[in-house]
């Protein structure tokens, strides 16, 4: 148990507004990352970030936008959301010690 | 990125029986992680492997580490109605390159 939480777990809302989930751990650890999950793709990674104010793009991150501002926070934000962005989002964060890479609890998202 | 490859997609079974379950890549990796995931939930980490022809065990869950680096086993003995779930693999060469098997949905009749 990584200490993840995701907030809000659910969120139904309509094309075109703006969106933010967060992701807050508890674990100190320096990498987390974004992914949603879709039947048929699996986890696919949205964006990442190895610290403080450092974040990459994954393979799915048209769209999206993230900010870390304390390494206890990772949010992800939808400028203007889409139907193809409902999703099942996951955050997670990496312990680099064991290797072991670990999951909140998810963060549904109907965009309507 | 390419995920990986996971077999069977599903599985039905019987309580009490054995159930194996792999992912193959045509990439390496230097970790391989597998984790179940209930619905409406996110994936708990069940068991990790960290070198070639590792064989690890987590009470009735047992999961090698392939030799080649390119393929990972879970097998889980004596199958019980809680096993019920998603499974799945993720294998990690470092700690931005990370792919996923799409899961195996594995079902247990009691």
């Known amino acids: 148990d990584a200490g993840i939480t995701q907030s809000p777990r659910h969120k139904v809302t309509e094309t075109g507004t703006p969106v933010t989930l967060r992701c807050h751990q508890t674990e100190n650890h320096r990498y987390m990352y974004w992914y949603r999950q879709d039947p048929g793709h699996g986890l696919r990674l949205i964006h990442y970030s190895y610290g403080v104010k450092d974040t990459d793009k994954g393979e799915v991150s048209d769209g999206y936008s993230v900010s870390r501002s304390k390494t206890e926070d990772f949010l992800l934000t939808l400028e203007s959301a889409t139907s193809s962005q409902t999703s099942v989002y996951f955050c997670?964060?990496?312990?680099?010690?064991?290797?072991?890479?670990?999951f909140g609890e998810g963060s549904r998202l109907t965009v309507l | 990125g390419q995920q990986l490859n996971q077999s069977p997609q599903s599985m039905f079974i019987q309580e009490g029986e054995d159930v194996s379950m792999n992912c193959t890549s045509s990439s390496i990796f230097n970790t391989w992680l597998w984790y179940k995931q209930d619905p409406g939930e996110g994936p708990v980490l069940l068991i990790a492997l960290y070198k070639a022809g590792e064989l690890t065990s987590n009470g009735r869950l047992t999961a090698q580490f392939g030799i080649t680096r390119k393929d990972s086993f879970l097998n889980i003995s004596a199958s019980i109605p809680s096993d019920v779930g998603i499974y799945f693999c993720a294998g990690l060469y470092n700690n931005n390159d990370m792919r996923f098997g799409a899961g195996t949905r594995l079902t247990v009749k009691p």
């Open positions: 997670a964060t990496y312990r680099e010690e064991k290797g072991e890479l670990f």
